[in-house]
C-alpha cells in the first residue's frame, strides 16, 4: 500500500479494525517501543518543521503531541534554535515511549536536504515571509503537503506559482490564516455570506503599525548563525540584529525587503476574513488607497461593488473587524461564539444549519449558505492531507489575500493609489508599479 | 491662437528644464546624507531620494521619469558619488529606471564593487528596454564565478531571452549552476530551451519541473501541441512520481485524456 493510501483510511475505521483484532488476540506484556497512542510512526504523517523561531513554537508543540504526525525533522539556519528543536523533540518522544531514548529527529541546515527525504509527507514552514514561496513551491515538487505561515508569498508573482504549483503537483497546501477556523470569525462570516446585514459598504479593521524600516549600523554576525542564507533572495544589507529579529512588534517585520510590514503581518489575516466573508475568494479588490493620499485619513481598499475596507479606522468595542451593512452591523474577533456581536443582537443566533465540515454532509433541506467549518487549523490540515479534501485555506485562497497585502503595500511605497484586475492578475496603467509584483533574486538563493 | 500655443509649449519646456534642474540640485543633495558615516542618519535620505523617484514615475508623465532616469543613472555611474549613495540611487533605478539608464547600469554592473554589481544587476533585470538584455547577456558571455552566473541566468530567464539559450544550457553541465539554468530554460519557453532541458532531464532534477513550467506556458500562449506532447513525454518518461502527476494534471487539462502506456494497451487486446 502507498504511503498516502494508508491515510485514506478514516480514523474510526482504523480504531474499529484495531479493537476486533484486539478482542481475538492476547495483548502483549511489553509494549513495543517504537508504539505509543493510537498509531505506530510508521502509520503516521511524517512531518518536518523549517524555521524554528517565534511562530512555529505552537505548531511545533501541536505536533509533536499529536498522534497523527511523527516529527522527523526539523531545519533552521540558526544553530542554536536547531539544536534546541530537535532537543525537543527527541526529549519529547523519548518521555512518550515505554523503553529506550527516541533519536529520530534529524536536525538541518539546508531545507534542501530536508525536502530531499522521501520519507517526509509534509512540512511546516515558519521562516520569515520572503522564504515562504521558494521553500513551499520546492516542498510540493517533492511531493510534500505543506502547512505554511501568512502571509502566504513576499510577491503577487509568487502567490501565483505557489496556487498553481499546489493544483499541478496534486498537494494539499494550507496558509496559516488561523482565524478561519476560529467560531467567532466564522459566526461572522456566516451572518454576512447569509446577507442577514444586507449588502456591505463599509468595513473597518485594525491592523496597527510598526515602526519604519530603519538603516542599521553593521554588527558582527552571531557565531552559529546562517546570516547569508537567512537572507536568502533579498538584497544584502549589513548585519544587525534588529534586522533578523522575530519579534511580533518589529524586528524584521519592520522591512519591505522582508514582507508587507503591517499589511502582511495582520493584513493577512483580517483581509483574508472579510475576504470569506464577501465570498471573494477567487478574486479581490479593484482599486487601492494608501493612507494620506490627497487627504485619505485610513488606507482603503475598495471593491468592485464598491464595498470599501478601511484600516485602522476605529472599530467598535475594540473587536478586530466591524462589517456595516445596509440593514445591520456584525463585529468579530479570536475567541469562541462569544467574539462575534451583531446588530440587531438576534443575528448572530440564527441557526445556520448544523455546523458540518463538507458541503455534502449538510441536510439538503438546508437553505442557506453552507461555510466551510473547521475548528482547529493545525488538525484541519492534517484531516486534508489524510483525506486529500481541500482544506479552508488553500493556496489560492492564501494567494488572492496576500495579493490585497502585497498591492496595499506597493501603493503605500509609491505613495499613490493603484487600480487592479482581479481576472487579468495585473495593475492597471502604471509600469512602474507593475514592477513590484516580483522582485529580483539574490544569487545562489534562486528557486522560483 | 498659434503663438500663444507657442509661447505656452516654450513656457513648458522651460519648466520642464526647471524642475529637471530642482530634481539634480535635490540629488545632489541628498548624495552626502545617503553616505552619512553615521548608518542611522542615511534614512530620511533614502526615504527622500525614494519618495522623488515615485513621484517621477507616477503615470502619465514619462518625461519626467525619464529625466530623473537620467540624473539618476549619471550618479549610479560616477565613481566619485560615495558607494552608499550610489547603491541607494540604483536600488530606486531598480524601480524606475528605463533606456535612459541601461548604459549607466551596465557600467556599474561590470564595475570592481561587488555589492554594486548586483544592485545594478537586479536593476536591468527589471529594466523594460531590450538594451538591457543585451547588457545581461555579454555579462553572462564573460562571466566565470558560478554564484554571479546563477543572477545572471535568473536575469535573463526573467526576461525570457532565447537567445540566450545556448548560454544558459551551458550552466546545465555544472552541478552549482544546474538548477538555475533549468529555472531560467523553463522561463524562456522556446523549443530551443526544451529541448536543452530534455537532454538534462535524466541529470538535472530541476529540469523536469522547469519542463512542466515550459509547458504551462506554451499552453497559456496558445500552443497546446507543444506543450500536450511535453506533459506527455513527461507522464511516460519522467522517474518521479510526481513530476508524472504534474504532467497528467497538465495533459488533463490541456483537453485530452493520457493516451495509455504501451503495455495497458496491450492488455486490452
Known amino acids: 500500500m502507498r504511503r498516502k493510501d494508508r491515510f485514506l483510511i478514516s480514523r474510526r475505521g482504523f480504531l474499529k479494525g484495531a479493537a476486533a483484532a484486539g478482542a481475538a488476540a492476547a495483548f502483549p506484556t511489553i509494549v513495543p517501543s517504537s508504539v505509543f497512542g493510537q498509531n505506530a510512526p510508521s502509520n503516521r504523517i511524517a512531518v518536518g518543521h523549517i524555521g524554528m523561531g517565534l511562530m512555529m513554537g505552537s505548531h511545533f508543540n501541536k505536533m509533536l503531541r499529536s498522534d497523527d504526525v511523527q516529527v522527523v525533522a526539523v531545519c533552521d539556519v540558526d544553530r542554536g534554535k536547531l539544536e534546541k528543536a530537535k532537543a525537543t523533540a527527541e526529549s519529547n518522544y523519548a518521555k512518550r515511549k515505554d523503553v529506550g531514548t527516541y533519536k529520530g529527529c534529524a536536525a538541518y541546515h539546508e531545507f534542501e536536504e530536508l525536502l530531499a527525504r522521501d520519507d517526509i509527507d509534509a512540512v511546516f514552514i515558519a521562516t520569515p515571509d520572503h522564504w515562504h514561496a521558494p521553500i513551499s513551491v520546492m516542498a510540493m515538487r517533492h511531493g510534500k503537503d505543506v502547512y505554511v505561515q501568512k502571509p502566504m508569498t513576499l510577491t503577487i508573482r509568487e502567490g501565483r506559482i505557489m496556487s498553481d504549483t499546489a493544483k499541478q503537483y496534486g498537494r494539499i497546501l494550507q496558509v496559516g490564516s488561523q482565524q478561519r477556523s476560529e467560531r467567532g470569525f466564522r459566526r461572522a462570516v456566516q451572518v454576512v455570506r447569509n446577507g442577514l446585514i444586507g449588502k456591505v459598504h463599509t468595513i473597518y479593521t485594525s491592523l496597527g503599525e510598526f515602526p519604519p524600516p530603519q538603516t542599521l549600523p553593521e554588527e558582527p554576525i552571531p557565531e552559529g548563525f546562517d546570516y547569508d542564507r537567512w537572507l536568502g533572495s533579498t538584497p544584502w ?183 487592479w484586475d482581479p481576472v487579468k492578475e495585473e495593475i492597471v496603467g502604471d509600469p512602474e508599479a507593475g514592477r513590484w509584483m516580483d522582485r529580483p533574486r539574490r544569487a545562489p538563493y534562486i528557486y522560483i | ?239 518521479s512520481k510526481s513530476l508524472r502527476a504534474a504532467a497528467e494534471f497538465g495533459l488533463t487539462n490541456a483537453g485530452s485524456a493520457k493516451a495509455p502506456a504501451k503495455s495497458e494497451s496491450k492488455s486490452r487486446r
Not at chain 1, 286 to 302: A, D, L, M, N, S
Not at chain 2, 226 to 234: G, S, V, W
Open chain 2, 1 to 239: 491662437m498659434k503663438r500663444s500655443l507657442a509661447i505656452s509649449a516654450l513656457g513648458g519646456m522651460t519648466l520642464a528644464a526647471h524642475a529637471a534642474g530642482e530634481e539634480q540640485a535635490t540629488v545632489n543633495d541628498l548624495i552626502p546624507k545617503l553616505a552619512d558615516e553615521k548608518v542611522e542618519n542615511r534614512y530620511p535620505a533614502q526615504m527622500a531620494l525614494q519618495d522623488l523617484a515615485s513621484n517621477a514615475s507616477k503615470p502619465g508623465n514619462p518625461a519626467a521619469r525619464e529625466a530623473l532616469g537620467k540624473t539618476l543613472a549619471a550618479k549610479a555611474a560616477d565613481p566619485s558619488v560615495p558607494q552608499p549613495a550610489r547603491v541607494w540611487i540604483v536600488r530606486q533605478l531598480e524601480n524606475m529606471g528605463g533606456a535612459e539608464a541601461v548604459e549607466a547600469l551596465t557600467k556599474v554592473m561590470n564595475g570592481d564593487d561587488a555589492e554594486l554589481r548586483e544592485c545594478a544587476r537586479r536593476a536591468l533585470e527589471k529594466n523594460p528596454a531590450p538594451a538591457a538584455t543585451v547588457s545581461l547577456r555579454a555579462a553572462l558571455e564573460k562571466a566565470s564565478d558560478a554564484t554571479w552566473k546563477i543572477g545572471l541566468m535568473n536575469s535573463l530567464g526573467r526576461r525570457a531571452d532565447g537567445q540566450s539559450v545556448k548560454l544558459i544550457a551551458m550552466g546545465l553541465g555544472d552541478a552549482k549552476t544546474a538548477p538555475a539554468a533549468a529555472l531560467a530554460l523553463g522561463n524562456i519557453a522556446d523549443s530551443a530551451s526544451v529541448e536543452a532541458l530534455w537532454s538534462a532531464l535524466n541529470k538535472t532534477p530541476e529540469a523536469g519541473d522547469a519542463l512542466i513550467n515550459a509547458a504551462n506556458q506554451l499552453r497559456a500562449k496558445g500552443d497546446t501541441a507543444a506543450a500536450k506532447a511535453i506533459y506527455q513525454r513527461l507522464a511516460d518518461q519522467a522517474k
Open chain 1, 237 to 419: 544589507y549589513p548585519y544587525n540584529s534588529m534586522r533578523v529579529k522575530g519579534d511580533y512588534g518589529g524586528g524584521w517585520r519592520c522591512f519591505w525587503d522582508y514582507g508587507a510590514r503591517k499589511n502582511g503581518d495582520w493584513g493577512a489575516h483580517h483581509f483574508d476574513i472579510i475576504q470569506w466573508a464577501l465570498n471573494m475568494d477567487h478574486s479581490g479588490p479593484v482599486e487601492f488607497i494608501p493612507k494620506g493620499y490627497e487627504g485619505t485619513e485610513c488606507q482603503t481598499h475598495i471593491y468592485a461593488d464598491g464595498a470599501k475596507v478601511l484600516r485602522n479606522h476605529p472599530v467598535k468595542k475594540n473587536f478586530m473587524i466591524q462589517f456595516i451593512g445596509e440593514k445591520g452591523e456584525v463585529l468579530c474577533r479570536r475567541g469562541g461564539l462569544e467574539a462575534c456581536e451583531t446588530t440587531p443582537p438576534e443575528l448572530k443566533n440564527t441557526d445556520f444549519g448544523p455546523e458540518k465540515e463538507t458541503l455534502s454532509d449538510v441536510p439538503p433541506d438546508f437553505k442557506g449558505v453552507w461555510i466551510y467549518v473547521s475548528n482547529q487549523h493545525e488538525e484541519n490540515w492534517l484531516d486534508c492531507v489524510k483525506t486529500r479534501k481541500a482544506p479552508i485555506c488553500p493556496a489560492e485562497v492564501g494567494h488572492r489575500s496576500a495579493t490585497i497585502c502585497h498591492l496595499n503595500g506597493i501603493a503605500e511605497r509609491l505613495k499613490r493609489p493603484l487600480k
